[in-house]
């Protein structure tokens, strides 16, 4: 196997795994119906720092890093959503962090 074609493929590993990173968290958050933990500073940042990612990858034509951060970027923006709509709808409705856990703990 030539070394750009496993480049190509630790690349393409790569992008997988970090789109996959985000799942859990999406799942933990619709489940509990609760993003108190989610910092918005970071999800900014993070889909920033994706965004120009994803502007090099166009403009030197890397279908990896296009089709990785493509997912990123719909996948943290799924997030954001999530975090805007539990956030909004938890005021009022707050749960102690020890019912979470219980609650974390009986699903598994």
Same mark, same amino acid.
């Given at each position: 196997? &030539? $070394? $750009?074609? *496993?480049?190509?493929?630790?690349? $393409? +590993?790569?992008?997988? *795994? =970090?789109?996959?990173? /985000? %799942? ?7 489940? =509990? ?5 989610? /910092? !918005?500073?970071?999800?900014? +940042?993070?889909? +920033?720092? =994706? /965004? ?15 089709? !990785?951060?493509? *997912?990123?970027?719909?996948? $943290?923006?799924?997030? *954001? ?15 102690? /962090?020890? &019912? %979470? ?8």
């Amino acid at each position: 196997m &030539e $070394t $750009t074609n *496993i480049f190509q493929l630790l690349g $393409t +590993i790569g992008s997988l *795994i =970090m789109c996959a990173s /985000s %799942v859990p968290q999406i799942l933990k958050t619709y489940r =509990m119906k609760c993003a108190d933990g989610l /910092s !918005g500073s970071y999800l900014t +940042i993070l889909m +920033i720092g =994706m /965004s120009l990612i994803l502007l090099y990858a166009l403009h030197v034509r890397d279908i990896v890093f296009i089709f !990785g951060n493509g *997912i990123s970027l719909t996948l $943290t923006a799924i997030l *954001i959503v999530l975090r805007y709509q539990y956030r909004r709808n938890s005021k009022g409705n707050e749960i102690e /962090s020890s &019912e %979470v856990e219980k609650i974390e703990w009986e699903r598994h």
